[in-house]
Nanobody, 128 residues
Framework: QVQLVESGGGLVQAGGSLRLSCTASGRTFSSNAMGWFRQAPGKEREEREFVAAITWSGDTTYYADSVKGRFTISRLSAKNTVYLQMNSLKPEDTAVYYC??????????????????WGQGTQVTVSS
């Protein structure tokens, strides 16, 4: 089993920055692609929105159009920790952010149903 623990959420003014971290553990965590999703207020779990993802090697990253140029996903060389640097935050970025991992080393598709593991989520609130 794989456990994912997020940290780094909080309250920030529009235009500000936050960095989220996600650390994975578990004896079955070996070569997993990882990503971030978010669930906006009033949305259901099934409506979680893809934000960004990174392959196991770290060579390839993916971003939702809504965050391109503002968010950056990265991975430590040890590869069990993933970061999401969020700059130029907007009120519409307010959501609970979830770390996700897949059993595959590559990232295929942005559907939340394809994720095998989830973290508990961390709240990000952007005030106007």
């Amino acid at each position: 089993q794989v456990q994912l623990v997020e940290s780094g959420g909080g309250l920030v003014q529009a235009g500000g920055s936050l960095r989220l971290s996600c650390t994975a553990s578990g004896r079955t965590f070996s070569s997993n692609a990882m990503g971030w999703f978010r669930q906006a207020p009033g949305k259901e779990r099934e409506e979680r929105e893809f934000v960004a993802a990174i392959t196991w090697s770290g060579d390839t990253t993916y971003y939702a159009d809504s965050v391109k140029g503002r968010f950056t996903i990265s991975r430590l060389s040890a590869k069990n920790t993933v970061y999401l640097q969020m700059n130029s935050l907007k009120p519409e970025d307010t959501a609970v952010y979830y770390c996700a991992a897949r059993r595959t080393s590559g990232w295929y598709g942005t559907s939340s149903n394809a994720n095998d593991y989830w973290g508990q989520g961390t709240q990000v609130t952007v005030s106007s």
